[in-house]
Structure formats: structure tokens, C-alpha cells
């Protein structure tokens, strides 16, 4: 069964810094695209960042180049998201996506891939 599962979300303060991770399971993970998404209240989901394999594209949101990492580590079969500098409007539930070459019930396409399996989110709240 495939799955993914987000953790590491909460509340920190503007400037502050947080680690979401994404531990996949029920597919080969090094062969497949991953990302981060995120959506907050009344809003659409947005790509936060995104990556394929070595020497494949990544992405990035413009509103977070310079502050947010996209990493993965294979042997582990975990993606993470290493976010500096938060802002307010960083505040969204977040969700890891993986790109196993079909849709589902929620597909987001963005540069050369296309998102069809998620996990269940996690809030990350930005606030003083």
C-alpha cells in the first residue's frame, strides 16, 4: 500500500524555522519525483517545492526561493522540507506528493511532473 506521512508541522514565530519530513512507503522511492505542497484556509493548493531524481529538475515557489530546502534522502525513503525565515503567509497545511506516473483523486501538474498521490498534511502555523 502506498503511503506517505507527514510530520514536523507546529507553531514558531515569523523568522523562526521548521523541518517537515516524509516518510514513504509501498513504492520503489528513489525512482519517483516527490514534493511539497501547501494550502491555507480559502485558498488553492500551491507547489512548494518539487524534485526528481539526481540531475533531474527542481522547483521551488517563487515566494520561498532562498528561504526553503527541498531534500530527500533514498536509503531512508524520507523527503523533507527545511523552511528559514518564516512568514505569516507560510501558514498552511502542508502535504508531501509523490509523482508515480498516475492520477488521483487530486492531481497537480507542475513543470515536468505530475502529483497524484499525497499524504494526510500537517499544519504549520506561523505567528507571534
Known amino acids: 500500500q502506498v503511503q506517505l506521512v507527514e510530520s514536523g508541522g507546529g507553531l514558531v514565530q515569523p523568522g523562526g524555522s521548521l523541518r517537515l519530513s516524509c516518510l514513504a512507503s509501498?513504492?520503489?522511492?528513489?525512482?519517483?519525483?516527490v514534493g511539497w505542497f501547501r494550502q491555507a484556509p480559502g485558498k488553492e493548493r500551491e507547489g512548494v517545492a518539487a524534485?526528481?531524481?539526481?540531475?533531474?529538475?527542481?522547483y521551488y515557489l517563487a515566494s520561498v526561493k532562498g528561504r526553503f530546502t527541498i531534500s530527500r534522502d533514498n536509503a531512508k525513503n524520507m523527503v523533507y522540507l527545511q523552511m528559514n525565515g518564516l512568514k505569516p503567509e507560510d501558514t498552511a497545511v502542508y502535504y508531501c506528493a509523490a509523482d508515480l506516473g498516475y492520477s488521483g483523486s487530486y492531481s497537480y501538474e507542475w513543470g515536468d511532473y505530475y502529483f497524484g498521490t499525497w499524504g494526510q498534511g500537517t499544519q504549520v502555523t506561523v505567528s507571534s
Open positions: 524534485m526528481g531524481r539526481p540531475g533531474a529538475r527542481t
Open positions: 509501498g513504492f520503489t522511492f528513489d525512482s519517483y519525483p
